[in-house]
Nanobody, 115 residues
Framework: QVQLVESGGGLVQAGGSLRLSCAAS????????MSWYRQTPRKQRDLVAT???????NYADSVKGRFTISRNNAKNTVYLQMNNLTPEDTAGYYC?????????WGQGTQVTVST
């Protein structure tokens, strides 16, 4: 069974950085695209970044130049490095993959950016 476990969220001041991690199990990680989404209570869950199995990346316009998605296939882990954070980045961040035509989500990790 596919499991995704996020970690690394927390409280940070505006302009600061955080690195989120998502550890995957129960799947062939190296061939699977992985994504990070974020959600606030008043908004839908929005795509932040995606990385393919071969390392191609895509980002939402709002995070381009500040966030970097990467993966370590030996550790079955995907990362989201977030720099120059602003209060607008405050959200629950969720890891997601699509495997054998099923979507799998992690439990999420909260990121709060203070002014």
């Amino acid at each position: 069974q596919v499991q995704l476990v996020e970690s690394g969220g927390g409280l940070v001041q505006a302009g600061g950085s955080l690195r989120l991690s998502c550890a995957a199990s129960g799947m062939i990680f190296s061939i699977s695209a992985m994504s990070w989404y974020r959600q606030t209570p008043r908004k839908q869950r929005d795509l932040v970044a995606t990385i393919s199995g071969i390392g191609s990346t895509n980002y939402a316009d709002s995070v381009k130049g500040r966030f970097t998605i990467s993966r370590n296939n030996a550790k079955n882990t995907v990362y989201l490095q977030m720099n120059n954070l602003t209060p607008e980045d405050t959200a629950g961040y969720y890891c997601k993959t699509r495997y054998w035509e099923e979507d799998y989500w992690g439990q999420g990790t909260q990121v709060t950016v203070s002014t």
